[in-house]
Structure formats: structure tokens, C-alpha cells
């Protein structure tokens, strides 16, 4: 990933890849082809992807579809403008929406009604390219992209993550149904994509909930960490937030969503990925490395990818837990043996992260919210 590390894959050499962790060296290769598939950069004709959300254990292809006639749908965003134009925010945005971030970010407020205790929820995001000419779009670039939900006296509640395809429109779906207790009432809605160019993208973003007779939803949420730097000069050390569990749920669980960046587009920690490690009030509950090696099955949905002349093509490379177009699948972990009701201490850690180094650095997207049920869930019933 260019662009900083606040950014997204960029301009500046976004493609390049590193000889680590059995990576081809991309250093010294020139790009020997673009694929412009117009019809899709231009006309918009992308697939819907696959629902990511996996809290409580289902998704959009779950036992109930969500085209089911008492569907009802909430538009959060119609037609919404995001680019990067620090001087001329006025003349990109949208009138009906708020601007935060030079345009990166648009803010609606929307009020939720509340869904049922046997509703899914599902949220619909769609993104296409602002077009150009009839032959190219103004960012080509995959883009770093969520979702997220003002929580007042907390940090944002990250709703979804996705990742632009290079220069190709995209749609998403996201069973966000672990999210319910905070998707009511008066919500303040943050579409966000990490672009620096404009005019840039443009966004539909929907909520459709459905009922699902095998469906709990939890009672209580709580988003408890969002970080869009995780570094080694902001977070060494990692980082510890107090978090007080109410009384009387039977399951608690964490929706984790972690990506791996950096900000030279090579090696580490995009490429190459690191151990993440959460504790409880001392004591390790989780390790793993947030990996994904079936990028290469997506290259059809990114029209503006680059081959280069050893015949890779940058969208297939395998990524620190996400792909280019792609949703990122929040990872589920049950915490209900050690977050029982009252206050407890979590620390979130990422090992080894590249320092910065010549003003390049590798750096992670976190965010982690709970979640917690007052009986055990259906699909938890054994």
C-alpha cells in the first residue's frame, strides 16, 4: 500500500512486492501490460460478493435469503461522493451528505428502526470508479474502505470493511446481524475509502433486514478498539482498553477485523503477515496471522490491475487478511469463559511490525468490538 499510513495502494509504486515469505522479488520489473476490462471499470457490471460477517455463525446464504418479500431496506447513502480535495471539498460532495477528511469520509444520519429478535441484518455497498474518459477512471488504485458507526462515549463500531477493486466497480454484502443492539434509533453513518485523488468514487449504501426463524440476535454490543495506524512508533507496546461486561449474558464474543499495510506497497506488513495476539487481563486467548491466498481468484473484478513482466499480475498476490475488491471477514472469538460481568482489561498486539525506515513503514488496520447474548444462541445449542 502508497499513500501513507493512513492510505490505501497508491500512485507510487502500489504494485511492488518483496522477496519475503516466498513472495516473487518485484523490485527491478517493469509492468508489462494493463488490463482494462471497460465494461466493468465503466459500465458498472460487477458481482455481488459473498457475505463476510461469520459472528453466530451465518451469512447472507444462510437458512433464510434476504430477497424474502417482508425484506424492508434502509438507504443510508444514494449516489455519494468521496475523493480527496482539501481546497474544494464543496465542489466533489454530495449536498445531502456531511464531509470529513478533505472528502474521504461521508456522514449521514439516518434514523433505524429497531429489528427483531429473529431478524438478520445485512448491509449493501456498492462502489464505482468516477469515470474519466470512456477509456480510463480518475483512481485506479485498490483502496482501503469501510463503514462504521458514530458510538457516542466509545470508538467508531467498524459495520464493514472492504477493499476497492483497481479501478473496478464493486458491490458488497455483509451480515452485520451481530451489530443489531447498536443499528437503531438515531445512527450517524461514516462512509469512508482512503483515496487522494478527485473526483474519485461513488456509493450506494443500504441496510435490508429479513427474518430468520434460526436466528438469535444478541442482546448487548459494544465496539471497544479502532485503530487506522497500528504501528510500531504508535503501538510497540500494543494497546490495552478497560471494558465493563454487564450482567447476565451466557456468551460473549469479539468481532475482530485486522489487515496488514504498508506504505511503499512492498514486504512488510502487507505481504508478509504478522502474528496478532489479544489478552485478557493478562493471559493470551488468541494468535493467529490474518492471511488471504485466494487473491488471485478476483483478478476478473480488477480491471486496472498491472502484470508485470515475470507474468504476475498485482492483484493476485496473497495479502495480509484481505483482497483487492474484496470484503474483509471479521474474525470470530469466543470470550466467554474469561469475560464474565464486570470490568476487564484487553490487549491487542501485533508482533514484529516493520519500523519505519526512510519514511516507509508497515502498519495495521484493528478494530474489535463485543458482542454478548443473554441465553446461548440457536446455532450455539448443541
Request: proline share 7%; with cysteine; glycine share 10%.
Amino acid at each position: 500500500m502508497t499513500s501513507g499510513a493512513a492510505g490505501g495502494s497508491g500512485p507510487a509504486g502500489g504494485s511492488t512486492v518483496g522477496a519475503r515469505g516466498g513472495l516473487p522479488e518485484r523490485r527491478g520489473l517493469r509492468v508489462a501490460s494493463m488490463v482494462v476490462l471497460l465494461t466493468v471499470a465503466l459500465a458498472g457490471s460487477g458481482r455481488a460478493a459473498a457475505a463476510s460477517a461469520t459472528v453466530n455463525g451465518g451469512s447472507a446464504d444462510g437458512p433464510a435469503a434476504s430477497e424474502d418479500a417482508g425484506a424492508r431496506e434502509i438507504a443510508l447513502f444514494r449516489d455519494a461522493a468521496l475523493f480527496f480535495a482539501p481546497d474544494s471539498v464543496a465542489q466533489f460532495g454530495h449536498p445531502g451528505y456531511g464531509a470529513l477528511d478533505n472528502g474521504r469520509v461521508a456522514v449521514a444520519r439516518v434514523d433505524v428502526p429497531p429489528s427483531g429478535a429473529r431478524d438478520r441484518i445485512e448491509a449493501r455497498i456498492a462502489f464505482r470508479p468516477v469515470p474519466k474518459d470512456e477509456r480510463s477512471v480518475h483512481d485506479r488504485w485498490d483502496r482501503a474502505g469501510n463503514l462504521r458507526l458514530t458510538v457516542p462515549g466509545h470508538p467508531d463500531l467498524e459495520v464493514a470493511r472492504f477493499m476497492t477493486a483497481y479501478g473496478g466497480r464493486t458491490d458488497w454484502r455483509f451480515d452485520v446481524s451481530h451489530l443489531a443492539p447498536l443499528l437503531r434509533g438515531e445512527c450517524e453513518f461514516k462512509l469512508f475509502v482512503d483515496t487522494w485523488v478527485h473526483p474519485a468514487w461513488r456509493a450506494d449504501v443500504s441496510l435490508r433486514v429479513y427474518a430468520d426463524s434460526t436466528y438469535d440476535a444478541p442482546t448487548w454490543a459494544m465496539p471497544i478498539f479502532y485503530a487506522e495506524d497500528f504501528s510500531v512508533e504508535k503501538n510497540a507496546a500494543g494497546s490495552e482498553v478497560d471494558v465493563m461486561v454487564p450482567p447476565g449474558l451466557a456468551r460473549v464474543a469479539m468481532s475482530y477485523l485486522s489487515t496488514g499495510h504498508c506504505t511503499d506497497g512492498r514486504d512488510e506488513d502487507e505481504f508478509v503477515s504478522k502474528a496478532n495476539v489479544i489478552w485478557v487481563d493478562g493471559v493470551s486467548v488468541e494468535r493467529f496471522h490474518p492471511w488471504r491466498d485466494d487473491c488471485h481468484q478476483y483478478r476478473a473484478i480488477n480491471p486496472y490491475c498491472s502484470r508485470w513482466t515475470d507474468g504476475s499480475w498485482s492483484s493476485d498476490y496473497r495479502r495480509s487478511g484481505w483482497c483487492p475488491g474484496k470484503e474483509v471477514v471479521p474474525t470470530e472469538i469466543d470470550l466467554s469463559d474469561h469475560l464474565i460481568a464486570g470490568p476487564h482489561r484487553l490487549r491487542f498486539v501485533i508482533e514484529n511490525m516493520r519500523p519505519k525506515l526512510e519514511d516507509h513503514y508497515g502498519y495495521w488496520r484493528v478494530s474489535a468490538c463485543l458482542v454478548g447474548w443473554e441465553t446461548p444462541p440457536l446455532l450455539w445449542r448443541n
